[in-house]
């Protein structure tokens, strides 16, 4: 066979190639090619994450502005901090609060802002101070059983 | 009476030499293909015609095999999702297992039987019509001219062939489940792109099948250039390419996985 017929064969070859790596890119892995995308980050201390992961999404009114980008435990006060970077488009206010939430029943978690009502706006590297922790299912079943409990005692005690 | 009780003892050590002999030559012979390989990089159209035999002719088989799994992949993952509701996560589990285990390594074993059972059978007759020896008289490198080149056209075959691979295995999903079937094509996508990420799953799946690559070539050559130079002994190299690389293609797989995932 000639030289520039295997060339042009190799030449297609190369080309379906990265044809199919960039098709595994942006339409399987959906990298938007956003890349520099500025962010700053914020911080929040947490009693108890559940089951929040990195690179959760942070949503304000079921908008994702962010992702947690890491956690890790405190060990001066024992609280879950946890880091966000926040898309710099959006500004929060400084008494923004941040609760853990739960997509549907069972479903992912992630976190919730709230705007606040001060002027001033949180700049990077603040911390979120008002903070609500997860719920967790398992200590919300313990809590109704034991009122439940607590409840028919009561009832026991009343003729 | 000794002899016949010691038989056994005599055949294990042999074969135990035997093994560690090849193993200790496949490793020189891979040394000596990376020092040769300057002349791959300075003449490269020997490397491109080598991709064209191992690579380009690969590229229908790769894509009519690449469908059917994803076709497959596509309906019992369907019969299985649809059971506990979720038949929307098909687009993720297709993509997913595609990505991750099934695309590298079926293209990698399609690859060594396909490309890397032709490489060993070519330079076993090479061998046994000595025209390495004459290569040798000819104060050409053998492992330069012949080994290199093919070596390193597996390389870089290997991913491309994985990454189409996976492409036709997702369209095959895809026609499966949405065209044959009638899930959301939105949400199959979607859930595909929510849970794929671009480092864990794709750019570790392409080193995944670089690896392969460097073990299903690296085995086709050695076998072909250890080739005893008979019609029997290239025959019989063809048919050790094929079920050494699949073996160590999938033991590969594991230590790769336990390291990446």
């Known amino acids: 066979m000639k030289r520039t017929t295997i060339d042009l064969w190799v030449g297609i070859f190369v080309a379906i190639g990265l044809a199919a790596v960039t098709f595994l890119s942006l339409r399987v892995a959906n990298l938007t090619p956003q890349g520099a995308d500025k962010t700053y980050t914020l911080y929040a201390e947490f009693d108890n994450i559940g089951g929040l992961k990195v690179k959760a999404p942070v949503k304000a009114s079921g908008v994702v ?40 029943l069972l479903g992912e978690q992630y976190i919730g802002l709230v705007q606040g009502g001060d002027e001033e706006d949180l700049k990077p590297g603040d911390r979120i101070a008002i903070t609500s922790s997860a719920m967790v299912l398992e200590q919300l079943i313990g809590k109704f059983m034991t009122s439940f409990a607590e409840g028919s005692g009561q009832d026991s005690k009343q003729p | 009476m000794l002899d016949t009780l010691l038989t056994p003892f005599i055949r294990l050590g042999h074969w135990v030499i035997e093994a560690i002999r090849r193993l200790g030559f496949i490793s020189r012979f891979f040394l000596a293909i990376l020092m040769n390989s300057a002349q791959s990089l300075t003449r490269f159209h020997l490397v491109i015609r080598e991709i ?37 996560a098909l687009g993720a589990l297709v993509a997913l297992s595609l990505l991750r285990e099934l695309g590298p390594v079926l293209a990698a074993l399609l690859f060594a039987s ?35 080149p093919r070596f390193w056209a597996g390389v870089l075959s290997m991913p491309v062939l994985a990454a189409l691979f996976n492409v036709m295995g997702i369209l095959g999903g895809y026609y499966v489940g949405v065209i044959l079937i009638g899930l959301d094509g ?19 799946g392409m080193i995944k099948s670089l690896f392969f690559g460097a073990a299903v070539t690296l085995i086709a050559v050695f076998e072909g250039f250890d080739a005893t130079p008979t019609a029997a002994g290239v025959s019989a190299a063809t048919t050790r390419t094929v079920v050494t ?13 336990a390291f990446m995932f």
């Open chain 2, 52 to 88: 064209y035999f191992a690579g380009v002719l690969s590229l229908i088989i790769i894509i009519v095999s690449g469908l059917f799994v994803g076709m497959v992949l596509g309906l019992q993952g369907y019969t299985t999702l649809v059971r506990f509701g979720s038949a929307d």
């Open chain 2, 245 to 257: 690389s699949a073996l160590v293609i999938l033991a590969l797989d594991f230590v790769l996985t």
């Open chain 2, 186 to 204: 939105g949400s199959y996508w979607s859930q595909m792109q929510a849970n794929v990420d671009l480092h864990v799953d794709v750019v570790n």
């Open chain 1, 65 to 104: 502005v962010g992702r947690v980008t890491g956690i890790a435990l405190d060990t001066k006060n024992y609280l879950a901090r946890v880091n966000v970077a926040i898309d710099s488009q959006y500004a929060f206010s400084r008494d923004t609060s941040a609760e853990i939430l739960t997509a549907g």
């Open chain 2, 114 to 148: 396909r490309s890397g059972s032709a490489m060993t059978a070519e330079i076993g007759l090479m061998k046994a019509t000595e025209q390495l020896d004459a290569m040798n008289v000819m104060a050409v490198n053998p492992i330069a001219r012949v080994v290199a």
